[in-house]
């Protein structure tokens, strides 16, 4: 779990120095499993969460971009209804 966490972490360290960027958490993501799930902790991602252009956000997470109101969740509420 480690290593993937500072491969994510230097992955995002590279594009947030490109561009904004929204990490919402997913089904199997280290945090909590009730929805709404918290955003990852900053600590877990000690290089790019230093960016100013990382936002940690929750699931599902709101956001607008070019005047356009997106909502988006990870899919698990979708997941429950088809089981």
Same mark, same amino acid.
């Given at each position: ?5 500072? =491969? &994510?972490?230097?992955? &995002?360290?590279?594009?947030? =120095?490109?561009?904004?960027? %929204?990490?919402? @958490?997913?089904? !199997?993501?280290?945090? $909590?499993?009730?929805?709404? /799930? /918290? @955003?990852?902790? =900053?600590? &877990?991602?000690?290089?790019? !969460?230093? /960016? !100013?252009?990382? $936002? &940690?956000?929750? $699931?599902?997470? =709101? ?10 969740? !990870?899919?698990? @509420?979708? %997941?429950?209804?088809?089981?």
């Amino acid at each position: 779990l480690a290593h993937c966490i500072a =491969a &994510l972490d230097t992955f &995002l360290t590279a594009v947030c =120095a490109a561009m904004p960027v %929204d990490l919402m @958490p997913g089904d !199997s993501d280290p945090c $909590n499993y009730l929805l709404p /799930q /918290q @955003p990852l902790h =900053a600590c &877990l991602l000690q290089h790019s !969460s230093a /960016q !100013s252009t990382l $936002n &940690l956000c929750t $699931n599902p997470h =709101a956001c607008t971009v070019g005047g356009v109101e997106f909502l988006g969740s !990870s899919g698990q @509420p979708l %997941d429950d209804m088809i089981r």
